[in-house]
């Protein structure tokens, strides 16, 4: 049974920094491309960072310098670092597992940016 379970979200304040979490079970992680979508309300999904199986990142313009990706295939989780967030960062994020012709979905947890 194929999981992906997100953690880490909650509310912030402007400027602040958050780190979320994806559990990956079910499926050979190494091999997927994981990749981080959010949503915001009124708004279509959006990918904000990919890290494929060598560990090549990449990063939404909007979001690039204050995303950091990163994997660990031993523990099957992959982790967003976000700093220096802003309101419009607010959203729900996803975590999103593919590799051909495969796709995986968490739950998504909420990141809200407020003061």
């Known amino acids: 049974q194929v999981q992906l379970v997100e953690s880490g979200g909650g509310l912030v304040q402007p400027g602040g920094s958050l780190r979320l979490s994806c559990a990956a079970s079910?499926?050979?992680?190494?091999?997927?491309?994981m990749r981080w979508y959010r949503q915001a309300p009124g708004k279509e999904r959006e990918l904000v960072a990919a890290i494929t199986p060598a560990s090549i990142t990449n990063y939404a313009d909007s979001m690039k310098g204050r995303l950091t990706i990163s994997r660990d295939n031993a523990k099957n989780t992959v982790v967003l670092q976000m700093n220096s967030l802003k309101p419009e960062d607010t959203a729900v994020y996803y975590c999103?597992?593919?590799?051909?012709?495969?796709?995986?979905w968490g739950q998504g947890t909420q990141v809200t940016v407020s003061s």
């Open positions: 999103n597992a593919w590799r051909w012709p495969n796709a995986y």
């Open positions: 079910g499926f050979t992680f190494s091999v997927y491309t």
